[in-house]
RNA sequence: GGGGUUGUAGCUCAACUGGUUAGGGCACCACACUGUCACUGUGGAGGUUGCGAGUUCGAGUCUCGUCAACCCCGCCA
């Protein structure tokens, strides 16, 4: 007989009663009935339940078991009676009769239960992870991410997609956030780069002719956490591909991804129909307030600043003569909420940072609003008119420079969403988001510079930057977003020097910083570049969604806290005066700081 | 870098305006119980109230400082 077991915890069945197996696991719950103890036996697969009976000469020994301990069982399965079976659990109608026992491993007292699903607090949770993990629900989130992680690969594969590693210590790759830095050794005050994309790579590949790449890639970046993004690392399902339009990518990501939702969703759960919506990022910033608007939500924002041109209304009337603009959201059906409601609303549009929140509320011919009294008749017919409304609707006002109203639009919309419960429930809802500018002027400097990824094409690409405003020529870059969330942002690449060096020169940079920062790539470019593009959806964020969990640690095995420490193995940590001389560093005292 | 919240037994939570010996549950230890499945019952042990100052006759509670964790902003296209 196997030393360890015959069968897992979820194996045994009705059809071997009689025969003897072994099994061994964690001890989850004990039931000592005096005259006879039951234990719940746990491992990855299931749980058993094992009786020990008094006769055994280890039925003693059975009291001083902790919860937890790992232990062997040998015994024979025995069917249970009727009216004592556990349907709640898949081997409920059988038991294993224990003639044998042996503790492979005894458990102190425990930082914390495992056998329910009370929440701790993290810091315990990640100091203790390996027990953390294995609790239902967190070991649970770590099976589903390998499955989804599994399909993603098959699903890839069956796109003809080929899977390359690229390098994990290179140079700094072009995303714009900081860099983890690895000393060098054999080249003296030389650094290498963790990749915050294999970006670069990637798109030699395509040079190199492989057609098709994935990879469920490393990414590194020295930014600070959210409760939605890890400090320091995550994982993307990064693509790219050849002689490709923008909406060749689209296909592929739509089909992997609705695909995957599919398979992977609750039951009951609907995912978007193909293909998936696509709204400019002008329109977007205009209905949602943003690019990454949840389409469960039914509320939309609208433009009304020409009725605000000219009122009594001088908040917003000041506003807009200012060069501000006046936007609106109707929610139907709320005129008679409470005034506390509408207070609240106020109070919460001030906290991010609005200056107020205007309503008008119809019932029947009444209207009903603090703020209409300074609105003649026409006024508020055209704001009937522009938001469509009826008899119990309320029009929520924002009146803001361009950029603020935006946000405070997307605030309220969410909270009012939320609030109201308006949102769409069990659904996937994804959209894409297109037609980014490629440029933007930074508002403290007033220069212009690049919006996204300096390595989109331009739509309309050498025309379009020799002719046009910068401000008005779009990129062939898309972001794909699902409820509320960003999973990706990709780009059609600018395979071409010349645009290259003209997109840069726009942005400020002359020829030489192009030949500097990304040697490898332009040369490949003037050597045989086929058009090409890609995306990179964040499979930690598809795990989030699919596990519908909120926070991004329930669905990586081992995270590092919000300061981007590893309470476990005690990550970053102090190195020794050796290996710091052979890396050539000297560490100073800190300036500024005692 | 900034803001907010939290910190009481191994764990999770109590403790009115400052007031007697800081309590309940889980876990742990002991005893009882032959069919439970979150077993039950009785008893026990377990505390520098994050740390350090201060105010006060008296501080878990108030003040200041400090440390830590979480959430948010900046940042991350």
């Known amino acids: 007989m196997h030393p360890y077991r015959t069968h897992t915890c979820n194996e045994i069945n009705e059809s071997e009663v009689g025969q003897q197996a072994r099994i061994s696991g964690w001890i989850h719950r004990v039931r000592d009935h005096g005259g006879v103890v039951f234990i719940d036996l746990r491992d990855h697969y299931g749980i058993t339940q094992i009786v020990v009976d008094p006769e055994r000469d280890f039925y003693e020994d059975v009291h001083h078991w902790r919860l937890e301990s790992t232990v062997c069982f040998t015994g024979e399965i025995v069917r249970r009676d009727e009216e004592t079976a556990n349907a709640g659990l898949a081997t409920g109608k059988v038991e294993l009769m224990a003639d044998e026992m042996k503790v492979l491993n005894r458990a102190e007292t425990l930082p914390f239960p495992v056998a329910d699903e009370t929440d701790y607090p993290e810091a315990t949770r990640l100091r203790y992870r390996f027990l953390d993990l294995r609790r239902g629900q967190l070991h649970e989130n770590i099976v589903l991410r390998s499955k989804i992680t599994n399909s993603i690969r098959q699903r890839m594969i069956g796109l003809d997609f080929n899977e390359v590693q690229t390098p994990i210590l290179t140079a700094s790759s072009p995303e714009g956030a900081r860099d983890f830095l690895v000393p060098s050794r054999l080249h003296p005050h030389k650094f290498y780069a963790l990749p915050q994309a294999p970006q670069i790579f990637k798109q030699l590949l395509m040079v190199a002719g492989f057609d098709k790449y994935f990879q469920i890639a490393p990414c590194f970046r020295d930014e600070d956490s959210r409760a939605d993004r890890s400090p320091g690392e995550f994982y993307q399902l990064d693509m790219e591909m050849s002689f490709c339009t923008q909406d060749d990518v689209f296909e592929v990501v739509e089909t992997v991804m609705s695909g995957l939702f599919d398979e992977f969703a609750d039951d009951g759960t609907k995912t978007s129909t193909l293909p998936f919506e696509r709204i400019p990022y ?49 929610v139907t059906g709320i005129v008679d909420q409470s005034r506390k409601f509408f207070d609240d609303m106020i109070e919460f549009a001030q906290s991010v940072g609005s200056k107020g929140l205007g309503y008008i509320g119809w019932k029947d011919e009444e209207v009903r609003s603090p703020i209409a009294k300074f609105l003649n008749r026409e006024q508020l017919e055209a704001l009937k008119t522009a938001a469509d409304i009826e008899s119990g609707d309320v029009l929520f006002f924002i009146a803001d420079k361009e ?54 094409m331009p739509q309309g690409e050498m025309e379009a930057l020799e002719t046009k405003d910068p401000l008005e020529v779009l990129a062939y870059q898309y972001d794909l977003v699902c409820n509320g969330i960003e999973l990706s942002s990709g780009a059609i690449r600018n395979h071409k020097p010349e645009i290259m060096y003209k997109a840069f020169e726009i942005a400020g940079y002359d020829s030489a910083v192009v030949d500097n920062k990304f040697p490898g790539l332009i040369t490949a470019f003037t050597l045989g570049a086929p058009p090409h593009g890609g995306i990179a959806p964040g499979l930690d964020r598809i795990v989030m969604l699919l596990a519908n969990q909120p926070n991004i640690r329930e669905i990586i095995a081992f995270p590092m806290n919000q300061s981007a420490q590893d309470l476990m193995m005690n990550a970053p940590s102090e190195i020794n005066e050796r290996q710091l001389r052979e890396l050539h560093i000297q560490l100073r005292p800190m300036k500024g700081k005692k």
């Open 282 to 330: 002008r329109q977007a910033m205009l209905d949602f307030g943003c690019d990454k608007p949840d389409l469960r939500n039914p509320l939309r924002i609208i433009d009304v600043t020409e009725v605000f041109e000219d009122t009594e209304f001088k908040a917003f009337t000041s506003v807009v003569k200012k060069g501000g603009v006046v936007r609106a959201m109707k």
């Open 403 to 456: 950029k603020a109203a935006c946000e405070i639009g997307a605030a309220v919309r969410n909270e009012l969403g939320a609030r109201l419960e308006l949102l769409e429930p069990n659904a996937y809802r994804f959209c894409w988001i297109v037609d980014y500018p490629m440029f933007e002027r930074d508002e403290a400097t007033g220069k212009v510079e690049f919006s996204h990824n300096p390595f989109s």
